[in-house]
């Protein structure tokens, strides 16, 4: 995206074997770029994927990206592609999104991107404790994005240790990480193991087999009573976090509102035309109290004037509404998420 850069620069990042065991297509040569176009294309046919999911972009040039994504979006329309950019600056990772022309007068036609950008503050606030302001400061740059709303956010995938191998990861830690991206902008993905807290070093023992499910395995942690405590607790809680989605459009689409931004605390809103969610964040290792402005809330005059909200994801007290300002107090290393009605 360098717009001072020149051939001789660029080939440092896409010309060359990938980590010295992938050999390099050459996108150059219009005979390659026609098989690899009618390769996808055959494998979407005869297979009929709803998505592809894209590895590496910047280590191909832009030009093809461009050529093959509107290839495959003539023949398969509705096809998603998601593309993969191992890079934590929104800057960069917006670059690559459809939508957006660049300098170089390219649109990729790449649907949206793994959010790279928020995955590390996630580990850094949830694992290892750091302020969580750094997650309110990244989402902050969402404007950057086409379409900030369709990014894919995650607390760990394949390319890294897992969550619960992170030096302080706990599964309070854990939980509060997936109360974040479930309830959040852009669509969660969940990495096998992480919903029962697996740990897993660097690759290839972050892809440790799975408890259960095969011949010969000691245990199976599909079936509930063979799961530990503390995989119970994290289980339980992305199952609650996956029915509340589902159920709730707001969760899902409701346009984002930050509310309270401070050290340690985090407070947002998803509105839609038929309810306000509210979810409060205390990354804090004390308890904390709370108290913010929610009339500007497309909710009842009568809710804005007094009322009371339990936490649908139970792990903190309820939300009171007074005059226009909620109050509430959240356990240390806890969150809640409150259904406001709009009528």
Known sequence: MNPRAT???QALNIDGW?????PDFNQDDPEVTTYLIQNSIWWLHEIGFDAIRMD??????????KEWASAIKKEYPKTTILGELFDSDPVLLSYYQAGRTGHDGIDTQIDTLFDFGLFGPIRGTFAQG????????????DWLYPNPNVLTTFAGVHDMQR???ENGATAEGLNLAFTLIMTSRGTPLIYYGDEIAMQGGADPDNRRDFP???LGDTRNAFDAKSRTEEESRVWNHVANLG?????????RRGKSLDLVDQEQQFVYARVSESESAIV??????????LRFEVSMLPVASSILSSSQWDDAAGMADALSVQDGQASVALPPRSAGVYLLKAK
Do not use: C
Not at 18 to 22: A, C, K, S
Not at 130 to 141: C, E, G, I, M, W
């Open 7 to 9: 051939r001789q620069t």
């Open 18 to 22: 990938f980590i010295d065991i992938l």
């Open 56 to 65: 590496t972009l910047p280590h191909v040039p832009r030009t093809f990206w």
């Open 130 to 141: 750091k302020n969580v302001r750094d997650v309110a400061q990244v989402l902050a740059k």
């Open 163 to 165: 969550f619960m191998s």
């Open 212 to 214: 259960g499910g095969f």
């Open 243 to 251: 029915k509340l989605r589902r159920e709730h459009v707001s969760l």
């Open 280 to 289: 409060a964040i205390n990354n804090d290792t004390k308890p904390a109290s």
